[in-house]
């Protein structure tokens, strides 16, 4: 028996349509698993229907600690913490400590449980405030510290850091990858952002169409798509076919990781391409230009000057770092 919370063949249906089709998956207590995907991937319609959560008609077995999971179970398992946090009237620390006290643990108990988990996560200057005064950064880091002085089984982060702005973003996640290590709590986040996904999660799957593309450990799949969709969500949107490389495979790359070549150079892994038009953005320069396969993006640092760049329809040549192969990855889940 395996601890934690998955699934076997799950299947979830609405409007006379399949949303999502899971035939196995497993996060094992003490870890965490990003689930990243596009809008409308079928993040959240995942999330709910491992949580008993959903309204849909979902089939399939959702499993807590390796055995079917029941509502009761999953109600004493589960915390969920939302896009927008929740938050009751009264203060920073009755919030916090409204977790467990929903769960029929006595006030002084609480307090004393709830109370390292305010310090751990910065909130002790804050725990007398008025909980309706705070800025929505604020929120949802009482809504996580909420969330994790219940010491959760299983908790479910549906796009919790996506109204904050990045420094706010980049403190919260530290602080909650920080709290969750050494903890036995089975942890899923829902995504778009890879960066969160890097942040947080040891392993990440990529969730398109209602499907799991690619699943394993997060460095590895953030840097090996197998697939035009897997790649763009990546990242990786400037795409080389053979016939451009005269390599055997689809070759894929970054925009940073592409540049016009502007002196003289007699790479022959160079691609030659027509400028179509120049962006200046500030930290860096975009150029786009047209191949006979297509179009790619090239992102140049720093503010450069038109006249080090070529005018609009010039002849250009185009230099790729760090290419990858589009390469299928096992679909194994991780131990
Ligand atoms: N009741 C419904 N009937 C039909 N389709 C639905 C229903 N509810 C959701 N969907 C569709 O299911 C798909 C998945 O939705 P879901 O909210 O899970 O995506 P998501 O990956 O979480 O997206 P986002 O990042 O935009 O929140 C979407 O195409 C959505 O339109």
């Known amino acids: ?38 809008n409308g991937a079928g993040k959240s319609t995942l999330l709910r229907a491992l949580g008993l959560l959903s309204s849909h008609r979902v089939s399939g077995e ?24 929740i938050l009751r009237r009264g203060t920073v620390a009755a919030n916090v400590i409204s977790g467990l006290r929903f769960r029929g643990v006595s006030r002084r108990e609480a307090q004393a449980r709830a109370w390292p988990w305010i310090e751990a996560l910065g909130l002790a200057s804050l725990a007398g405030r008025d909980a309706r005064s705070l800025s929505i950064g604020e929120a949802q880091r009482v809504s996580i510290t909420r969330a994790l002085a219940v010491g959760p089984k299983v908790l479910l982060l549906d ?3 996506s109204g904050l702005d990045s420094t706010t973003r980049a403190d919260l996640l530290a602080d909650l990858r920080a709290a969750l290590t050494g903890q036995p709590t089975a942890t899923i986040l829902v995504t778009h952002d890879r960066q969160e996904a890097l942040a947080l999660a040891e392993d990440t799957a990529l969730l398109i169409k209602g499907r799991i593309r690619q699943h394993g450990s997060t460095a590895e799949v953030l840097d090996h798509p197998g697939d035009a969709d897997t790649a763009r969500l990546l990242g990786f949107t400037n795409l080389l076919p053979p016939a451009l490389t005269g390599r055997t495979h689809t070759l894929v790359a970054r925009p940073e990781h592409t540049r016009l070549v502007l002196g003289p150079s007699d790479d022959s892994a160079e ?35 038109a006249t080090e760049l070529p005018p609009a329809g010039s002849s250009v040549r185009v230099r790729i770092r760090h290419a990858r192969p589009l390469t299928e990855m096992s679909l194994a889940t991780p131990s």
């Open 271 to 305: 691609v030659i391409g027509t400028l179509r038009r120049t962006v200046a953005l500030g930290v860096a320069t975009r150029v786009d230009v047209d191949t006979a396969a297509g179009p790619l993006t090239c992102l140049h640092p720093g503010d450069l000057l």
């Open 62 to 85: 959702i499993l807590l600690d390796g055995r079917p999971a029941t509502r009761s179970l999953m109600r004493h398992a589960l915390v969920a913490v939302l896009q927008r946090p």
């Open 159 to 161: 796009e919790p850091f």
């Open 1 to 38: 028996m395996s601890a934690g919370i998955g699934c076997r063949d799950l299947r979830v249906h609405a409007g006379g349509r399949e949303l999502l089709s899971v035939p196995e998956l497993h996060v094992s207590s003490g870890r965490t698993l990003a689930v990243l995907g596009p």
